[in-house]
């Protein structure tokens, strides 16, 4: 081979070595270059970046992440009881070499798109998180009755979070909140809810019926004992009423009234009318003459 194709092809693969190409590493997410000697230099924020010859891109994800564990428990009362634990989380902010330990411990589950690779989060998640997460609430949650998870839901989860950020520290991973939530009772403590409320129920009905009819009791009371005020109030004018009338009647009252009749009786006579009084008594019927000598002929005949 001539010295001059030699030095041609030597000056071929220094170029291909020294080209490069730009990588972009996305919002979100932090880069670092993975070279043929490994993962080198610092870890690069999101921006393009430029891989040299052999070079390749690996991101991570730093967003936050919430992921919902579906865990069964079995309870102090020997039921179990079903439930979600949501668990936000995501990865700390670390280093150089903290990121370049994570990469090189999980970097056979890192998947390629051409030359960018991704270690995605639920690979962190299930590798440092997860199986802390499922035992600390398995064994928090095992310690109550079933009917007392929901009134002590708060304090559980405080206890979930503060056992799960300690079990998880040490690692490159940062729990920021637990919920606990979607209760599942078994069937016989459902169905001894639905006969306690079905009961809280029928006591409310009856409660409200009896609140009714002591209301309309009240109401006829009421009725009744303005009735009867009605009534006095009445008797008593007429007791006065009566009162004063007899007090009128006296004896000037009453020879005053029958001489009044008297006149107009007297006014309202005939000639061939009698009239029988003794002038005290009171007047006697009335004797027409005129029906008298009536009977009188009649009698001789």
């Known amino acids: 081979m001539k010295r001059s194709n030699l030095w041609m092809m030597v000056m071929a693969m220094m170029v291909l070595t020294l080209v490069g190409c730009s990588e972009r590493v996305e919002?979100?997410?932090?880069?670092?270059?993975?070279?043929?000697?490994?993962?080198?230099?610092?870890?690069?924020?999101?921006?393009?970046?430029?891989?040299?010859g052999r070079d390749r891109?690996?991101?991570?994800?730093?967003?936050?992440?919430?992921?919902?564990?579906?865990?069964?428990?079995?309870?102090?009362?020997?039921?179990?009881?079903?439930?979600?634990?949501?668990?936000?989380?995501?990865?700390?902010?670390?280093?150089?070499?903290?990121?370049?330990?994570?990469?090189?411990?999980?970097?056979?589950?890192?998947?390629?798109?051409?030359?960018?690779?991704?270690?995605r989060y639920s690979i962190l998640y299930n590798t440092y998180i997860q199986p802390?997460?499922?035992?600390?609430?398995?064994?928090?949650?095992?310690?109550?009755?079933?009917?007392?998870?929901?009134?002590?839901?708060?304090?559980?989860?405080?206890?979930?979070?503060?056992k799960l950020v300690k079990g998880i520290k040490g690692t490159p991973m940062q729990v920021d909140l637990v919920v606990t939530s979607n209760f599942d009772y078994p069937e016989v403590i459902t169905k001894a809810v639905e006969k306690r409320r079905e009961r809280e129920i029928e006591i409310q009905t009856k409660e409200a019926e009896q609140a009714i009819a002591l209301l309309e009791a009240d109401n006829r009371m009421k009725i009744a004992q303005k009735m009867k005020i009605v009534r006095a109030a009445e008797a008593e004018a007429e007791t006065a009423y009566i009162r004063i009338m007899a007090e009128s009647f006296t004896a000037r009252y009453l020879a005053m009234k029958k001489i009044e009749n008297e006149k107009i009786l007297y006014q309202n006579v005939g000639k061939s009318t009698l009239i029988i009084t003794d002038g005290k008594s009171p007047v006697m019927p009335l004797i027409s003459m005129d029906n008298l000598k009536s009977t009188a002929v009649a009698k001789k005949k």
């Open 27 to 52: 919002p979100g997410f932090i880069g670092k270059v993975l070279t043929p000697a490994g993962f080198q230099g610092n870890t690069l924020k999101p921006g393009l970046h430029t891989c040299w």
């Open 57 to 119: 891109m690996v991101v991570i994800p730093m967003n936050e992440e919430t992921i919902t564990e579906k865990l069964k428990v079995l309870c102090a009362d020997d039921l179990n009881f079903g439930f979600d634990l949501q668990i936000r989380s995501r990865l700390k902010t670390a280093d150089d070499q903290g990121i370049k330990d994570v990469l090189n411990k999980q970097g056979a589950k890192i998947k390629y798109t051409g030359s960018i690779g991704t270690l």
């Open 132 to 162: 802390v997460a499922r035992s600390v609430a398995r064994t928090i949650v095992s310690k109550y009755d079933t009917t007392a998870v929901r009134e002590n839901r708060e304090k559980i989860q405080k206890e979930i979070q503060d």
